[in-house]
């Protein structure tokens, strides 16, 4: 079992960056595969990026690609959303997610473990 906790959270304002971090309890991180999602008031959680438990492959939502980079250190447990050229529509909590096996997963039914998850905000 794995617990994950996010943080780097904030207001910022448009195009301005962040960088998000889910640090993972266990000694098994580098067994997960893990995601980022998010989620907009009124709105259903949707997935952002995913990386595989080795970092060699990732995925994201077109529509970040480009703003978003998905990373890990997996010495450290942790894995980080760098968020770049921000825009109001990011306005979301975001959720880290962790699930076992070595591909890259992009749906949220796939995964096992989830953050309590950090509020970004971002003005115009």
């Known amino acids: 079992q794995v617990q994950l906790v996010e943080s780097g959270g904030g207001l910022v304002q448009a195009g301005g960056s962040l960088r998000l971090s889910c640090a993972a309890s266990?000694?098994?991180?580098?067994?997960?595969?893990m995601g980022w999602f998010r989620q907009a008031p009124g709105k259903e959680r949707e997935f952002v990026a995913a990386i595989s438990r080795s970092g060699g492959v990732t995925n994201y939502e077109d529509s970040v690609k480009g703003r978003l980079t998905i990373s890990r250190d997996n010495a450290k447990k942790t894995v980080y959303l760098q968020m770049n050229s921000l825009k109001p529509e990011y306005t979301a909590v975001y959720y880290c997610?962790?699930?076992?096996?070595?591909?890259?997963?992009?749906?949220?039914?796939?995964?096992?473990?989830w953050g309590q998850g950090t509020q970004v905000t971002v003005s115009s």
């Open positions: 266990g000694r098994t991180f580098s067994t997960y595969a």
């Open positions: 997610a962790a699930r076992g096996g070595s591909s890259s997963y992009t749906e949220s039914g796939e995964y096992d473990y």
